[in-house]
């Protein structure tokens, strides 16, 4: 089975981040994950993200860094998922393709069912947002 490079966005305002659920008539339907897409033929991951904030979301982007990496195996195919940190530079985030948008603290991670892909990002997400506090 072929790998398929797909991009996810970290979008974060203050101290919460966006995720978004995947509409129920789609695969994984009813699961939350971080906007994003595929990697088009001639496209930087940077620019495919950037294309996607816009198609998902009516946003425009700036695509900083990658935070994570996964792969992973779904029965209908394998993808290699990249995190990168994002910035909102012009637009608010409308659900055109999802059927919910939420902004979310670190600490409410495990309230949302996540696409099995995203939740490998879920501990590096902690790590970066959570308040580490020392006893």
Known sequence: MKTIEVVAALICREDRFLICRRPVHKARGGLYEFPGGKVEP???PQQAL???????????????????????????????????????????PRGLEHDDLQWIGAEHLNDFPFCPADVAFL??????????CDP
């Open 42 to 44: 001639g496209e930087t």
């Open 50 to 92: 950037r294309r996607e904030c816009l198609e998902e979301l009516a946003v425009d982007t700036r695509i900083d860094c990658a935070i994570a990496d996964v792969e992973h195996s779904y029965p209908e195919l394998t993808i290699h998922l990249t995190l990168y940190r994002a910035v909102i530079l012009q637009g608010e």
């Open 123 to 132: 501990d590096a997400i902690r790590k970066l947002y959570m308040p580490v």
